[in-house]
């Protein structure tokens, strides 16, 4: 008996799942343009309207994988400092009295 139910709740998992996941995929082909990154919509419109214009990054990376690599990167160094120097950063202080 329990492994009917079990076995009913898996397909009605995937009678719900199923045409939700399909539902979604279909309407995000509808879109009639591509997006825009955060840049293009927000940060240079707003410069645009007081008056600056986009100059060149002091270090510039290029377009795509690279930028995200390199945020990667950095994410992974500064997760595994402040791994190894947890105890030292929240941990309680020691008087020096003692």
Do not use: S
Request: avoid cysteine.
């Amino acid at each position: 008996m329990p492994d009917r139910k079990l076995k009913l709740k898996i397909v009605l998992l995937h009678i719900i799942l199923l045409p939700t996941l399909l539902f979604v995929f279909y309407f995000f082909t509808l879109a009639p343009k591509p997006w825009t990154g955060v840049d293009e919509a927000v940060v240079e419109k707003i410069a645009k309207e007081h008056g600056r214009e986009a100059r060149k990054p002091f270090i510039d990376l290029g377009e795509g994988d690279l930028q995200l690599f390199a945020f990667l990167l950095a994410g992974a160094v500064g997760g595994f400092a402040a791994g190894y120097y947890w105890r030292r950063l929240v941990g309680e202080k020691k008087d020096k009295g003692q």
